[in-house]
């Protein structure tokens, strides 16, 4: 190899001769003291071998690297444990020098059987276990059987075994482990102690790696074992054996680069620019971080994964501000980011991230289906359509106009259109698909003058503002009642009567964007009171309501419609005639 093989590979060797055992297992822990993570178990057991209350079975339950094989040869080595002289009884505290603690450390204690379901789970593997079971240990105090993963085994083997179980020896101790209990017959479930182990928390993972590789005289980076321990996902052993493929793969110092460059992982800084792109709505910036990210071959689905994390982050910062953690790296940027995005859209962001990380796999490829994403986060992030910029930019005439347009067009969605052939129809259809059909006034006068202040169009203005979603519909089910308008404040009172949306936070943003557009601060008082029909809403139900009528008149006056009617007895479906 030109130039020498490359630094990792020689850290690889040099790692290799200085241990045979990698860190999961040369860091096992060796006594309930040392056991993290898992209090409620340590304290059970503890309290049960001091007080001499043995049980004759335990179930210990959770999902890969919680502990469950570490606390059955603890519990293993607890049981014989000898003592230095030779004379020792149970205890909760072994000591880990006597012959019985040190040969089931070394895995070949003959009175402790570890067996697994998985390749002897037949029936005839359970008779030949239990057969020997019946004979008293060689040099043992109890001779301990751990069944691991003992969902496996056959319904056969569980019913061979209930017996037994129920009424060992007096000798005989049963483990049993396994992550999906569900798959264990109701029967042996009764007959056991069942202990539910938890998952690791990332706190406790990185204080653990802190300790292990000072120990190991490893120089790393906090941030890169915070995310060494995301990636475990609550399990202490693949937190370890991902620590040795770090040390192995950064060749020096485990940094936060190389571990991310290892696992493929985004940088949060990634995440933060998506969240900045999505507020000010820059689809180009989008595409180009996602072009990014796939020229550094970064898992998308981790992507999703970690952008709802961020969100959750926001989320909970929104409600609760004192949940934002002042050791996180983006911590700053967390509060930042909740002042700035609303809840509704954070909420929305979230349910997009984690429907589309499941759809990945649909998509044509993993970078096709993340841009899809973010594309979709842009096209419903509330106030981001772009008819609604089009129209808070025009003229107030031309804003209303085009506004009542798209509100009476986009209506008309809903139903099914009127099809056949255009040309054998008569000069009344193609009006309606022309639109040419008698309208109202979609901007009618809600003006008050008071006093000399300006006159306002509730309407025009109600269509003008950039809200969507809740705010929307508060402006649009509201109707003017008095408007102050003084050189430092405007006041407005509306009515509306649907009081239940007139929330705080929606009067809040309503009042906001009308700030925005006056450049003055406006202050809105909604009082519940019945409207006179002029509210947005009412009108452009009136709207589509003498569209749909001119629609259903234009059809059956058409000379071809009645000619239909006449020969085949063809009749309009009431209700299916939509405007176009």
Not at 85 to 95: A, I, K, L, R
Request: charged share 20%; hydrophobic share 40%; proline share 4%.
């Amino acid at each position: 190899m030109r130039g020498g093989p490359p630094a990792f590979i020689l850290a690889l060797v040099r790692m290799l001769g200085m241990t045979s055992l990698a860190l999961a297992r040369s860091w096992r822990p060796k006594t309930f003291s040392q056991l993290l993570g898992q209090d409620h178990v340590v304290k059970a057991l503890t309290h049960a071998l001091d007080q001499g209350r043995l049980h004759h079975a335990w179930l210990f339950t959770g999902t890969r690297g919680v502990g469950k094989t570490t606390i059955a040869r603890i519990l293993a080595k607890a049981l014989n444990c000898t003592g230095l002289d030779g004379q020792g009884t149970m205890t909760s505290e072994p000591c880990g020098k006597c012959s019985a603690c040190l040969e089931i450390d070394a895995g070949r204690f003959v009175d402790y059987i570890e067996m697994d379901a998985a390749s002897n789970r037949g029936v005839d593997d359970m008779g030949q276990l239990l057969e020997k079971a019946a004979y008293a240990p060689s040099n043992a105090r109890f001779k301990v059987y751990m069944i691991d993963e003992v969902h496996m085994l056959t319904n056969h083997a569980f019913n061979a075994m209930l017996k037994t179980l129920e009424e060992p020896p007096e000798h005989v101790k049963f483990i049993l482990a396994t992550t999906d209990p569900q798959k264990i017959p109701v029967t042996i479930l009764s007959r056991c102690l069942q202990f539910n182990l938890k998952q690791m928390p990332v706190p406790l993972i990185i204080e653990h790696l802190q300790s292990v590789l000072l120990a190991e005289k490893v120089d790393y980076e906090v941030n890169a074992l915070r995310v060494l321990a995301k990636a475990a996902q609550g399990s202490m052993r693949d937190a370890l054996s991902l620590a040795d493929q770090a040390i192995a793969y950064a060749a020096g110092v485990v940094s936060e680069e190389a571990v991310r460059g290892m696992l493929g992982t985004l940088d949060d800084t990634y995440l933060i620019k998506i969240l900045d792109a999505l507020v000010v709505q820059e689809g180009s910036a989008l595409l180009t971080l996602a072009n990014e990210m796939g020229e550094r071959s970064m898992s998308f689905s981790l992507a999703l994964q970690d952008l709802s994390s961020i969100l959750q982050k926001i989320a909970a910062a929104q409600v609760v501000p004192e949940s934002v953690l002042e050791d996180w790296p983006e911590a700053v940027e967390i509060r930042r980011l909740a002042q700035v995005i609303s809840r509704e859209e954070v909420q929305l962001f979230y349910q997009i991230a984690i429907t589309s990380r499941s759809d990945l796999s649909l998509a044509p490829d993993e970078q096709t289906g993340f841009v899809m994403a973010l594309l979709r986060m842009l096209a419903f992030r509330l106030g981001g359509d772009d008819s609604v910029k089009s129209v808070a930019g025009s003229p107030p005439g031309v804003a209303s106009t085009s506004a009542a347009s798209h509100g009476a067009r986009g209506s008309s969605l809903s139903g099914k259109s009127f099809a056949t052939k255009p040309a054998k129809i008569g000069e009344n259809v193609k009006q309606i698909q022309s639109g040419e059909v008698a309208q109202l006034d979609s901007s009618p006068s809600a003006s008050i003058n008071k006093e000399g202040n300006q006159s306002v169009d509730w309407h025009s203005l109600m269509r003008q503002l950039p809200v969507r979603g809740l705010v929307q519909q508060l402006a649009f089910q509201t109707e003017l009642k008095e408007w102050v308008n003084s050189p430092q404040k405007i006041h407005a009172t509306v009515f509306t009567n649907l009081p239940q949306l007139a929330t705080e936070d929606c009067v809040f943003r309503l009042e906001d964007a009308l700030s925005k557009h006056f450049g003055k601060p406006v202050k809105v008082q909604v009082e519940k009171g019945q409207v006179e029909g002029k509210t947005v809403a009412k009108i452009d139900a009136q709207i589509n309501q003498e569209r749909r009528q001119n629609a259903e008149q234009m059809i059956a006056s058409d000379p071809f419609v009645q000619e239909l009617e006449r020969e085949f007895g063809a009749k309009v479906v009431s209700g299916s005639v939509r405007p176009l």
